[in-house]
């Protein structure tokens, strides 16, 4: 099937379009992504989201169909479910191209939800700036976009908090006390964003306050430590994330088993190899893998599945 013909089935509402079919629109060229603009832009908007939606899906179950030049151009678009799932289909997309579109939707007028899928979407940038694998201007231009989000207390909590995980790698002095200040929050999801957010700072200093609260009595708050812990990849938490592998919440034991799968220190290794021999099915599952993760970082050559 050609492009034209695929963007005049689209124009049919009545018309079901095979997921097949959507190969025409991966990887456009700028002239086919002016044709499919034209298309897009004439269609009612329940078709659009089924059209972007039907794209995403098909993204992560196809990783070589690339939709990214119509997720970007949906940054523009009016319609917030339209908005929301471009963002996320643009999750595995690093071009330093996508940052002003997200910019613009973070300090636009739409609603909270989408504001704060846009910091979210944000937050992947620091540390490729961090790395130096985008320009020094493009980080002074996320960072001060999120820092006008988190100092505006006028702004929606969930936009805040968000922005806050999202900053979190550049690890400033005033990150650190908007850290301290959101951790301090009667707000659980406000305190929640906090220990991850010091795990995204890399800074050993957050260390014992994470062990400690490894005990809170919320299982929200030990999921996101453990979280936390496995980012900072310091052996000294092994000892303390040991009992969450038999805590009463699955998802805090996974995220436990999660957290030493990224220390990968021995001692991880021999808790998770522990879990492999006397852990539930799904422990014994999760350990497995994160075992073979360490082996192949430790010596691609040697990775074998035979654990």
């Known amino acids: 099937m050609s492009l034209e013909l695929f963007l005049e089935a689209l124009a049919d509402p009545d018309t079901k379009v095979p997921a097949s079919d959507f190969v025409e629109v991966s990887d456009l060229h700028p002239d086919e992504l002016g044709q499919f603009a034209r298309a897009w832009f004439g269609l009612p908007v329940d078709r659009q989201r089924w059209i972007v939606s039907t794209m995403v899906d ?27 799932k471009a963002m996320e289909g643009l999750w595995e997309h690093e071009e330093r191209s996508v940052i002003p579109g997200l910019i613009h939707v973070l300090h636009s007028d739409k609603g909270s939800q989408v504001r704060s899928a846009a910091a979210v979407a944000l937050g992947k940038f620091p540390v490729l700036v961090l790395e130096g694998k985008l ?38 002095a005033d990150i650190k006390r908007l850290v ?25 200093d957050w260390l014992p ?45 996974m995220a436990g088993v999660s957290a ?43 990775f074998s599945s035979e654990v």
Not at 61 to 81: N, R, V
Request: charged fraction near 30%; proline fraction near 5%; charge should be negative.
């Open 209 to 253: 306050l994470l062990i400690k609260e490894m005990q809170s009595p919320e299982p929200d708050i030990r999921y996101e430590t453990a979280h936390a812990c496995g980012e900072l990849g310091e052996e000294d938490a092994v000892p303390h994330l040991i009992p969450l592998l038999e805590d009463d919440d699955y998802q805090v034991q």
């Open 180 to 204: 301290e200040w959101a951790y301090q929050s009667s707000d659980l999801k406000l305190k929640s964003s906090a220990i991850y957010a010091m795990g995204r700072t890399g800074d050993m």
């Open 135 to 172: 320009l020094a201007k493009d980080g002074e231009s996320i960072h001060d976009s999120l820092m006008e989000v988190l100092q505006d207390d006028t702004q929606p909590v969930e936009v805040r908090r968000r922005s806050l995980e999202a900053i979190a790698p550049f690890n400033t």
């Open 260 to 302: 030493l799968g990224k220390i990968g220190s021995p001692l991880a290794k021999k808790v998770l190899m522990n879990c492999v021999k006397d852990g539930d099915a799904a422990l014994e599952d999760a350990a497995r893998a994160e075992l073979q993760n360490i082996e192949l970082l430790e010596d691609p050559m040697s």
């Open 58 to 84: 098909l993204a992560e179950d196809t990783p070589e169909l690339d939709f990214g030049a119509i997720f970007k151009m949906c940054l523009k678009d009016g319609d917030e479910q339209v908005l929301e």
